[in-house]
């Protein structure tokens, strides 16, 4: 059987910790990621039902967009739900894992998922992270440069885009003298050495660091491998905030905003003025998304689609844009459906992966 750190595994090579916002507590929330795992509840939100319903289902790892736990907790005394969700887990050996704006961050996250139901083509980062990316370069002999740059290369680095194994090679003559301790695997004890070597370079994201370092390390031949890491101030154009694509067809307003209402099941949904012209290229954020406006505005996108908006956010969009508030829960619903989609595709023969019955949305729209 599987253990609950297994999945987290695989949960976290999808979409890194790294990749959270500095203000968010993403990870393993409470148990012990060492005990086997006897089944997963995927849920957007959790909370005391969905806790019964993982004991009721024989689950003990739950899987949830929003931790449960945000802030600083200085008491647990069962006061709020937050308090009481989490001594419910403790009790029953349940273990809450959240994984939040590090989902929301990747290409292939939260916002491509509602992408999707919207049916936007060529889908982007709306705002791409720099900061998150290194240039690795390590010095090998004529002899072991494939050798190597394989080992790089299935280690996960040398990616670029929409390309894989990417890597630069120069070619030159490096010196060296061992001491009497050495064990060289060229060249003689204090005797100094020249050797024809290739310098091998890739781009790597920050947190495949130590993964690649080791990976290079085990094929190299030298006794003291020579590389470097240097921090690069790139935009990483698979990371960031937001999505933007297009639609295949332009449609009007009216038909835009009747398309969300059917995709995302609302009943009534706030936006901006109609600008009488017609949509085809979608701005998006799942979630909470005001911050994104004027990148939504400068990407010359005919919708931003968000939630959470303010009252006066809404003036914000100046007859520039159509801005669509759709709903926190409304953007997200999805996303337990990704997690589920995530965990089967790696553990395929791991039938108890349940996405929740609960429904944790606590908005409700009175219509008359």
């Known amino acids: 059987m599987p253990k609950i750190k297994d999945f987290i595994a695989v949960l976290e090579a999808f979409a890194p910790l790294s990749y959270q916002e500095s203000y968010d507590n993403c990870g393993l929330l409470t148990g012990n990621a060492n005990e086997d795992c006897t089944g997963i509840i995927c849920t957007l939100d959790c909370t005391e039902d969905v806790v019964q319903e993982a004991i009721s289902n024989n689950c003990n790892l739950i899987v949830a967009h929003h931790p449960i736990i945000f802030g600083g907790l200085k008491k647990i005394t069962g006061k709020n739900y937050v308090e009481r969700t989490i001594i419910k887990a403790i009790k029953n050996d349940i273990a809450i894992y959240a994984i939040h704006t590090n989902a929301d961050n990747i290409l292939n996250g939260v916002n491509k998922r509602m992408a999707d139901k919207i049916g936007l083509l060529q889908c982007n980062i709306l705002a791409p992270k720099n900061g998150l990316l290194s240039k690795f370069y390590v010095y090998v002999p004529l002899a072991n440069v494939e050798a190597v740059r394989e080992a790089i290369f299935a280690a996960g680095a040398g990616v670029v885009s929409n390309y894989s194994e990417c890597s630069f090679a120069t070619e030159g ?56 890491l240097v921090n690069l101030n790139n935009l990483n154009h698979q990371i960031g905030s937001g999505m933007i694509g297009v639609l295949a067809e332009k449609i009007s307003e009216i038909d835009f905003l009747t398309l969300l209402a059917q995709q995302f099941g609302n009943k009534a949904i706030k936006h901006t003025n109609f600008l009488n012209k017609p949509i085809k290229k979608v701005a998006i954020c799942g979630g909470s998304g005001s911050f994104l406006l004027k990148n939504a505005i400068a990407s010359q996108a005919d919708v931003f689609v968000t939630s959470d908006l303010k009252y006066h956010e809404f ?54």
């Open 173 to 228: 003559v490096g010196s060296f003298k061992g001491n009497d301790e050495t064990n060289a695997y060229v060249g003689e004890k204090n005797v100094r050495h020249y050797e024809k070597e290739v310098k091998l370079e890739v781009v790597l994201p920050n947190y495949l660091q130590n993964k690649v370092v080791e990976a290079v390390n085990r094929v190299h031949p030298y006794e003291e491998m020579a590389y470097g």
């Open 315 to 368: 003036f914000d969009a100046e007859n520039k844009i159509l801005v669509v508030d759709l709903g926190h829960y409304e953007t997200e619903q999805f996303t337990p459906n990704l997690l589920m989609d995530v965990l089967q595709e790696n553990f395929p023969t791991f039938a108890a992966i349940k996405k929740s019955g609960v429904n944790t949305n606590p908005v409700d729209v009175f219509v008359h």
